[in-house]
């Protein structure tokens, strides 16, 4: 498997702008989180998704930002409109349940998002 | 709500040497897991260790341990014999038996020739 993969890897944006990042898990994972870092924040999750399902979505900072997953093999995250607050860089992570032993969240490699 | 505090923001050690880094929890389950990632200057977000709650034996991974005291709610990662390239960030998480996956703020290492 090539892992989880992430697209684009670099988005800048003007303010305003609807931005949509992209996210493809490992397949047979049945979680799926959304991340966002930032220096001052440092690692907040946003939203989780269990088969396809989103389970807890309080960490999504304001009705801007919404996240879907319309199959088990792909996922978005959409900022409309977006602002300058919002430049992070955005990991997208999947995983198979926890069933007692490792199961460790894997990372795709982020999206760079700028907002100008 | 789950939460995960470390509390050094940024470590030094000399190269060879072993190092400490902190990380404490709080849950109110008894099932849950914690993990440490390693987090480069090229952002990837490496996965180093896991000890589960459960766990008797404290973890090791290689150069890599787990000081786990589930008492105290600390879940430590000691590195032994410091390499150049262990320069990083290193973060500390927990799931749950929601399954959810919190981290840590993170502590930034760096290692001294």
Request: proline letters at 5%; charged letters at 20%.
């Given at each position: 498997d090539a892992g989880v993969i992430q697209s684009p890897r670099h988005e800048v944006t003007e303010m305003g702008q609807e931005v949509t990042l992209r996210c493809k898990p490992i397949s047979g994972h049945d979680y799926l989180f959304w991340y966002r870092q930032t220096m001052m924040r440092g690692l907040e999750l946003l939203i989780y998704f269990n088969n396809n399902v989103?389970?807890?979505?309080?960490?999504?900072?304001?009705?801007?930002f919404s996240a879907k997953m319309p199959n088990a093999s792909f996922s978005t995250l959409k900022i409309?409109?977006?602002?300058?607050?919002?430049s992070a860089v955005y990991f997208c992570a999947s995983s198979d349940r926890?069933?007692?032993?490792?199961t460790e969240a894997f990372f795709g490699q982020g999206t760079r998002l700028t907002v100008v | 709500a789950q939460k995960i505090t470390q509390t050094q923001p940024g470590m030094f050690v000399q190269e060879k040497e072993a190092v400490t880094l902190d990380c404490t929890y709080d849950t109110s389950d008894q099932s849950y897991g914690l993990f440490w990632y390693k987090q480069p200057s090229s952002g990837e977000m490496i996965f180093l260790i896991y000890q589960g709650s459960y766990d008797e034996q404290n973890a090791t991974e290689g150069r890599y341990s787990l000081n786990f005291q589930k008492a105290r709610k600390s879940a430590n990662l000691v590195i032994s014999a410091s390499q150049l390239g262990d320069s990083a960030m290193y973060f500390c998480a927990m799931r749950d038996s929601g399954q959810n996956f919190v981290f840590g703020p993170g502590t930034r290492l760096s290692v001294l020739p």
């Amino acid at each position: 498997d090539a892992g989880v993969i992430q697209s684009p890897r670099h988005e800048v944006t003007e303010m305003g702008q609807e931005v949509t990042l992209r996210c493809k898990p490992i397949s047979g994972h049945d979680y799926l989180f959304w991340y966002r870092q930032t220096m001052m924040r440092g690692l907040e999750l946003l939203i989780y998704f269990n088969n396809n399902v989103p389970i807890d979505d309080s960490g999504m900072p304001e009705d801007r930002f919404s996240a879907k997953m319309p199959n088990a093999s792909f996922s978005t995250l959409k900022i409309q409109p977006s602002e300058p607050r919002d430049s992070a860089v955005y990991f997208c992570a999947s995983s198979d349940r926890d069933r007692g032993g490792n199961t460790e969240a894997f990372f795709g490699q982020g999206t760079r998002l700028t907002v100008v | 709500a789950q939460k995960i505090t470390q509390t050094q923001p940024g470590m030094f050690v000399q190269e060879k040497e072993a190092v400490t880094l902190d990380c404490t929890y709080d849950t109110s389950d008894q099932s849950y897991g914690l993990f440490w990632y390693k987090q480069p200057s090229s952002g990837e977000m490496i996965f180093l260790i896991y000890q589960g709650s459960y766990d008797e034996q404290n973890a090791t991974e290689g150069r890599y341990s787990l000081n786990f005291q589930k008492a105290r709610k600390s879940a430590n990662l000691v590195i032994s014999a410091s390499q150049l390239g262990d320069s990083a960030m290193y973060f500390c998480a927990m799931r749950d038996s929601g399954q959810n996956f919190v981290f840590g703020p993170g502590t930034r290492l760096s290692v001294l020739p």
